[in-house]
């Protein structure tokens, strides 16, 4: 029961404090609501919108989704490829690195004049902002191998693919789901942020269409919307997590009383 309420009841009790303060700050010092909108005003707002934002929210989810998958399984192939090849690991990654530090919303305009104006520059965009960090966590987790069960491994004649295959995917559970975390989050942002610079649907496109209408309350709810779906994906991402990986899980946390 102590575990459920750190865990779950005491974040719940925090997020329902802060709303009550919220509406109650609003309405007592009469804050206009194109400021700052009261929650039960952006409640009543998504209900007025709720015809149109199931279209909205699931074009964001599938270029959430397609960008987060291809971050992953590209990810994960760079980071066998790059652990692999002495070349790789010291041409690849170091260029991975300084192409990090372009601001992903600098290149948005760009993808929209190589790839048009439809949903593959922001997907592209969703796949770039996840990419690097999926590589990196995928890269340490398959490097930080135990000197000793590679060892073994060579007695054992084990194949370079057994190794990767039984060594080294297995120790790089913990770095490859930490990763998949990131990304996930990663995702959402870079399908807003690629909303933002071309297109004509999806939740980033409702915020913008908010703003240039002052609906504030439109604006909120759809940045809830985002809030709500980051979680619920990253949840997903935690329970794959635990049903495949429980042995580090259960090891991390240690004797419970």
């Known amino acids: 029961m ?49 015809a ?3 279209k909205h929210i699931w074009v964001t989810f599938y270029e959430t989704a397609l960008g ?28 991975l690195v300084v192409t990090q530090s372009v601001p992903k919303v600098a290149l948005a305009p760009i993808l ?4 048009g104006i439809n949903v593959w520059p922001i997907i592209t965009v969703a796949f770039l902002v996840a990419f690097f960090p999926m590589v990196v966590n995928m890269t340490t987790g398959l490097t930080l191998i ?18 990767l295959v039984k060594v080294r995917f297995p120790m790089a559970m913990p770095h490859f789901f930490a990763g998949v975390k990131i990304a996930i989050a990663f995702s959402v942002i870079g399908a807003v942020i690629g909303e933002f610079v071309g297109s004509d649907s999806g939740l980033g496109f409702l915020i913008l269409t908010a703003s240039a209408r002052m609906n504030t309350s439109l604006g909120f709810g759809a940045i809830v919307i985002l809030s709500i779906m980051g979680v619920g994906l990253f949840g997903i991402v935690a329970g794959i997590e635990r049903l495949l990986s429980p042995w580090y899980l259960e090891e991390d946390a240690g004797p419970q009383l």
Not at 86 to 93: D, E, Q
Not at 112 to 115: D, Q
Request: proline fraction near 9%; charged fraction near 10%; charge should be positive.
């Open 112 to 115: 929209l004049v190589w790839l």
């Open 68 to 95: 987060f998958v291809a971050a992953v399984v590209l990810g994960v192939f760079l980071a066998v490829a790059i652990i692999s090849s002495p070349f790789l690991k010291n041409t690849i990654y170091p260029l």
């Open 52 to 54: 149109v934002l199931p």
């Open 146 to 163: 135990p000197p000793e069960m590679l060892e073994m491994s060579r007695i054992l004649r084990a194949s370079w693919w057994q190794v």
């Open 2 to 50: 102590r575990s459920f309420a750190q865990k779950y009841l005491g974040p719940t009790l925090t997020l329902l404090a802060i709303i009550v303060i919220w509406e109650l700050a609003v309405r007592i010092f009469a804050v206009p609501i194109w400021l700052l909108p009261a929650p039960s005003k952006i409640y009543w707002e998504l209900g007025e919108w709720w």
